[in-house]
């Protein structure tokens, strides 16, 4: 409530509306950060193993293998992936661009899922049904969500708990 009031009387303020913001004299509310908690080792075998479709596990795969912001796995295309040297260029927040790699499970999956396909999209994931179009960040959120449930993770599951997980993952294993 606090942060409306003092964009609207901000604006009023900027404006020439009003002479003085009125809400800089209130103390900004202070709030404690959760720090996200990533899957256990456990956890992440069961929803790796809880993907029904090819689609899926290369989701899953991808996600946890590059560790990808949901909107980066969005705009990549198909042709952006070198296979020889496993590697991906990815554009990230700020059109800052960055070198990802895939493993051996991303490889196989993300194989078998391209196998199975049968558009003509670019888009590295696609919606199943035609007119085959590229998932939207939404589509990927409830993909990752309903395996969640599927397997029985009793909190939610969501694609940057996978990029956090991935990440403890790498710490836990050797990588500054």
Known sequence: M????????????????????????????????????????????????????????????????????????????????????????????GDKERFVYLNAAAIVALEDYFAERKDHQEALFVSTRRPYQRLKNNAIEKIVGRIGERVGINRKVFPHLIRHTMATYMINHGMR
């Open 2 to 93: 606090r942060v409306i009031l003092n964009g609207f009387f901000r604006y009023m303020a900027d404006s020439g509306r009003l002479l003085a913001n009125p809400m800089v004299t209130i103390e900004p509310v202070k709030y404690k950060k959760k720090v996200r908690q990533p899957l256990t080792p456990v956890e992440f075998e069961r929803f790796r193993r809880g993907c029904l479709t090819t689609r899926e596990r290369a989701i899953v795969e991808f996600i946890f293998a590059t560790g990808c912001r949901i909107s980066e796995v969005v705009a990549l295309n198909r042709t952006d992936i070198d296979f020889y040297t496993r590697t991906i260029k990815v554009t990230g927040k």
